[in-house]
């Protein structure tokens, strides 16, 4: 039997480089080897209230780049996590084996929260402190929803109602994967069952990656603003790497490497050859480096990677056919398998029908 994979990305905007080599290749090449479940988490989604005139299409559009990347219907199970009811109601049963605590002590939570509250970060214990006092304090214009304090209880269910060992994720959400393997093993020990597998991460390296953004700092993110999207134009794609942040250029030879530039070397790592690479970096040791020249092959680089995925994706993106008839049946399998789950859940905590 293969092993099962899920994984899901939030239809929250288009996906970018971070998304791709964070998640979406490692998707591509899975689907090969193993019995793999892919989803747009449009119900995590909510907690960040996106427009809801907007957020079917952010759904069709992350459906479309998915296809385009060049995730297989035929080997895959592609299906929007809201059309699957079973998740809805294993969530509020998870739940009751969750502790408020330690949903709060989540990073991401703390960070969202901060960014609901209007806190800016400063020094993180008192931040905390700031957070905890906001929350249960009664400033009625200020509010931090449930559901976001709840997210990692539903990406737990998620991952658990298929039954998953392996759920492909960029480094940012391996703090929501361990909480999954310890609702896992509570709940399996509460019960005395064995009916939860403990997902791990997948990486085919030995690493989880960071692609880094453009904007010389931190990591590559919708929210960040300092994004290349696997949809943007030629141009717009060029436009960006030109103008993306670097330094004045090195003075002595074989300075440290600083942030900006290293992070367009790691950029060019993952979308270049090892002897482009390793050009530039030496470029650097010796002070000849131009850095109008090494955007100029970086574009290149990436646009070699992206402009087939565009073009399937304009091609796939207006095809309501095509994507409805793709959603319905990875619904129909993902929901099979959820359904099946779920009785049993009910039936070990006692929730059992008299008719
Ligand atoms: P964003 O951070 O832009 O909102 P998401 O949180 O929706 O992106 O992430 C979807 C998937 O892409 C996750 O598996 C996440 O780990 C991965 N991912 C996002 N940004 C990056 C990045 N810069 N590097 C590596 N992986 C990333
Ligand atoms: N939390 C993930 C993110 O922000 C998205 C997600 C939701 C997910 N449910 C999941 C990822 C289950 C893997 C498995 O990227």
């Not at 559009?61 to 385009?68: F, G, P, R, S, T």
Request: proline fraction near 4%; include cysteine.
């Amino acid at each position: 039997m293969k092993e099962v994979v899920v994984s899901g990305i939030r239809s929250t905007g288009n996906l970018h480089l971070g998304n791709y080599y964070g998640a979406l290749s490692k998707f591509v090449k899975m689907q090969e080897d193993y019995d793999c479940l892919f989803f747009i988490a449009d119900l995590h989604a909510l907690t960040t209230h996106p427009d809801p005139r907007i957020l079917h299409s952010n759904v069709q559009d992350i459906l479309a780049e998915y296809l385009a990347s060049g995730i297989d219907p035929e080997k895959a199970t592609i299906f929007v996590q809201s059309d699957v009811p079973e998740v809805s109601e294993l969530y509020l049963l998870l739940n009751m084996h969750v502790g408020i605590g330690e949903l709060m002590r989540t990073a991401s939570f703390k960070d969202k929260a901060r960014k609901q509250l209007g806190i800016k970060t400063g020094n993180e214990k008192d931040d905390d402190e700031d957070i905890e006092r906001q929350i249960i304090g009664t400033n009625s214009n200020k509010r931090v929803n449930a559901g976001l304090l709840t997210y990692p209880t539903l990406m737990a269910v998620d991952i658990l109602i298929q039954k998953a060992q392996k759920v492909p994720v960029g480094k940012d959400q391996e703090q929501h994967l361990e909480l999954t393997r310890r609702f896992a093993r509570r709940f399996n020990s509460f019960y005395g069952v064995d009916l939860f597998p403990e997902p791990t991460n997948f990486n085919f390296g030995d690493h989880a990656v960071k692609v880094p953004g453009l904007d010389g700092s931190g990591k590559m993110g919708k929210s960040e603003g300092n994004c290349i999207y696997l949809v943007d134009d030629e141009k717009t794609l060029r436009k960006k790497v030109m103008r993306a942040v670097t330094d004045q250029g090195p003075t002595e030879p074989n300075q440290p490497i600083s942030q900006p530039v290293e992070n367009l070397l790691t950029l060019m790592e993952l979308t270049s050859t090892a002897d482009v690479v390793e050009h530039y970096r030496k470029a650097y040791a010796d002070c000849s480096i131009r850095y109008g020249d090494m955007k100029k092959q970086l574009a290149e680089d990436i646009l070699k990677i992206t402009t087939p995925i565009r073009e399937r994706y304009l091609e796939i993106r207006n095809n309501d056919v095509y994507i409805s008839k793709v959603v319905k049946e990875g619904a129909e399998r993902a929901r099979e398998r959820a359904a099946k789950t779920l009785h049993e859940v009910r039936e070990i905590m006692g929730i059992r029908k008299f008719y």
